[in-house]
């Protein structure tokens, strides 16, 4: 009897006391975020200000005039979202340390994105990824296919992930219905992205990863000094066991006793959470995806003022992502040691008071650090860095997306819409995208047991293989053509949903009350569905490229790797449509109208009023040859190719020390 009343005793006095101390009420906390919401805000509008925003080229890629810094800064900051902070820390609570292997991989990936993809991406001319894959294919399907489903794995991932852990965290530290709070914080994000464009995104997210660096470096520190260092925090992990076990019967001791590989990166490729095979290998191909294929990521490189900014930027990137394991990651095993009966809950009924789930709430994980462990003003601080992290992805993602949209599928419909339209047609498909995200936080608070991260991952590993292999292919192998691209799109994104589907209808899931969705379908691990995935993918666009005619090296150069270093004038697949395309979209109406001073106004603050002068044919074939360059000063070139290398070393060298 008593077993039943202790966790409901229990609970209430916990209640009470987060009661107290969840609300950021005192001046010092409201002073820091007040203070942080002015200086992101001076910086956006600065930004706004002193950047063209009334063109395409100024909007989407800020004009080809960033430096590496801000590059590195805003992969970065586009890359570690709220979702980063609330999900490592509490797969890192749950399950040890093999989650931080996600962000070290990204240290391969980078070289491989600024060495390797970057180049042709310039070399072919585009904005968007999907307009790459037409130019290398032709046709239209590819292109807005690729682009519905980008948008898709937006909202399912990306941006319903960072709205759901954001608003975890409000609840927490300020007592806000989550709904209230999101609204709050995505008109403020969608301010500036919709006015600032691309540059005024770049410039936040440097600000942003600043803010979050010096946070979370400050909380770690508290974290470790509350444990006792290092060597402590290892041996009170191992015996961080809740106490409320018992009000429900049959529980297993493996769901709430912390994995015995818990301080390993790589584990048993059958039974380990995270099988070292599938760590390797179906996350790299994940990777090839996000980090060279993925709009966010790839948009950041393409503003670079030339390709030793763009290797530049992915090396500095690369080195930030060494610190979440030590910023994320740990500290959320560490909340599990201080909060255990409440971060490490497995009692469904315990569970859904602590945290609205049944699954677990290995997610409060890093909230909770930062609501009880930090002091008056570090608290505001630090619930300034999750604001930062939640607005910096979502600027980046809007950005991105609204992109995609506009260039990719809105073009198609209305062939002859002017640059005005464009512009205004991008930004009011930001406020539609922000309504469907929230739709779908509901089922991201269930799945995958509760822990975000995995939740992330599963779904890219389910949509994500076929997308990374047909941009492989059509780099690595010329071959390829545009049926063969379509088919393993199209059979890849069937496969995939069906594996996505039947695990949500069966639903994930949990330890203590484990889903009965069929072995054959659920059991085969998602990175082990990802390296499955794109194998097929491979070999259903090679085998029918193989089947159908080729096509020819002239419509391939520079699109491909071994044609990149061609010289001769490239004859596009769609040349001539796209010609037709621009003559009708070139064609403006001379007439001058009267507008009023509120429209003025309005243009002004949106960036509409900005047009550039009109270019003669010989500065426009200038300006393309300056956007399509990626020549390098050999002095830097051999600069950041000795850092490319050495983060290649640094990567081994972190594998193996925690392997």
Avoid at 191 to 217: E, H, K, P, R
Avoid at 374 to 394: D, F, H, I, Y
Avoid at 460 to 466: A, D, I, M, Q, V
Avoid at 488 to 505: H, K, N, P, W, Y
Wanted: hydrophobic residues 50%.
């Amino acid at each position: 009897m008593e077993t039943t009343t202790l966790p409901q005793g229990f609970m209430t006095t916990m209640n009470k006391a987060s009661d107290k101390r969840v609300a950021v009420d005192n001046a010092a906390d409201i002073a820091v975020i007040v203070i942080y919401f002015l200086v992101v805000l001076a910086v956006g509008l600065w930004a706004m200000y002193s950047t063209n925003r009334g063109t395409v080229g100024g909007f989407f890629l800020a004009g080809r005039s960033m430096s590496w810094w801000p590059i590195g800064a805003s992969l970065f900051a586009s890359n570690i979202g709220s979702g980063h902070f609330v999900g490592l820390a509490g797969t890192g609570a749950a399950a040890g340390i093999a989650i931080g292997g996600f962000e070290w991989n990204a240290l391969v990936m980078v070289v491989v994105l600024g060495w390797v993809f970057v180049p042709i991406y310039i070399k072919a001319g585009v904005v968007t990824m999907p307009e790459y894959l037409k130019k290398r294919f032709g046709g239209k399907r590819i292109q807005i296919y690729l682009s519905v489903l980008s948008l898709l794995l937006y909202i399912f991932t990306k941006i319903s992930a960072d709205i759901f852990s954001g608003a975890i965290f409000i609840k927490l530290a300020m007592g806000l219905d989550i709904y209230v709070a999101i609204i709050m914080l995505l008109a403020i994000t969608a301010l500036y992205t919709i006015t600032g464009g691309l540059a005024a995104v770049i410039y936040t997210d440097t600000l942003q990863t600043l803010i979050m660096l010096v946070g979370s470096i400050i909380l770690a520190v508290f974290a470790f000094n509350e444990v006792g260092g290092y060597d402590q925090f290892m041996e009170k992990y191992m015996r961080a066991i809740p106490t409320i076990t018992q009000a429900t019967a049959n529980i297993s001791e493996k769901c709430y006793t912390p994995r015995p590989d818990a301080f390993s990166i790589f584990r048993d490729p059958i039974n380990g959470d995270l099988p070292w095979p599938g760590l390797i290998f179906g996350l790299s191909i994940l990777a090839i995806w996000y980090w060279c294929t993925d709009q966010v990521i790839v948009q950041r490189c393409l503003s670079a003022k030339n390709m030793s900014h763009v290797k530049g930027g992915c090396i500095l990137c690369g080195y930030m992502k060494l610190l979440p394991m030590f910023l994320m990651v740990m500290p959320g095993m560490i909340s599990r040691i201080l909060y255990t009966d409440e971060v490490a809950c497995v009692d469904p009924d315990f569970c859904y008071q602590t945290c609205e789930t049944r699954v677990g709430c290995s997610n409060v994980a890093y909230p909770f650090l930062v609501i009880r462990l930090m002091p008056n003003g570090l608290r505001g601080l630090m619930l300034s860095v999750m604001l930062a992290s939640l607005m910096s992805s979502l600027t980046s993602i809007f950005n991105s997306a609204s992109t995609l949209f506009t260039m990719d599928i809105y073009t198609k419909i209305r062939t002859r819409a002017k640059e005005r339209e464009l512009m205004i047609v991008g930004r009011v498909f930001i406020v539609i995208l922000i309504a469907l995200s929230i739709l779908w936080v509901p089922v991201v608070q269930e799945a995958q047991s509760g822990q975000l991260f995995d939740y992330i991952q599963s779904i890219t590993s389910y949509l994500g293989p076929p997308i990374a292999a047909v941009f492989f292919l059509a780099i690595f192998c010329k071959r390829v053509n545009e049926t063969g691209a379509f088919c393993g799109l199209v059979l890849g994104l069937l496969i995939g949903l069906s594996r996505m589907i039947t695990e949500f209808a069966y639903g994930t899931g949990s330890c203590v009350q484990p889903s009965n969705c069929p072995a054959i379908i659920c059991k085969i691990h998602y990175l082990y569905f990802a390296m499955i995935l794109f194998a097929i993918c491979v070999i259903i666009v090679l085998v029918v490229s193989f089947l159908t005619k080729p096509i020819d090296d002239v419509h391939l150069y520079r699109l491909c790797w071994s044609l990149r270093n061609r010289t001769e004038e490239r004859i596009d697949l769609d040349a001539e449509e796209e010609v037709a395309t621009k003559e009708d979209t070139d064609y403006e109406d001379q007439t001058q109208q009267e507008v009023s001073c509120g429209r003025k106004a309005l243009n002004w603050f949106c960036g509409l009023d900005q047009t550039g002068p009109k270019l003669s044919q010989s500065e426009e074939e200038a300006l393309r040859q300056k956007m399509t360059d990626t020549s390098e000063v050999p002095f830097w070139k051999r600069v950041v190719n000795i850092n490319g290398i050495l983060l290649l070393s640094v990567a081994v060298f972190c594998h193996g020390f925690f392997a």
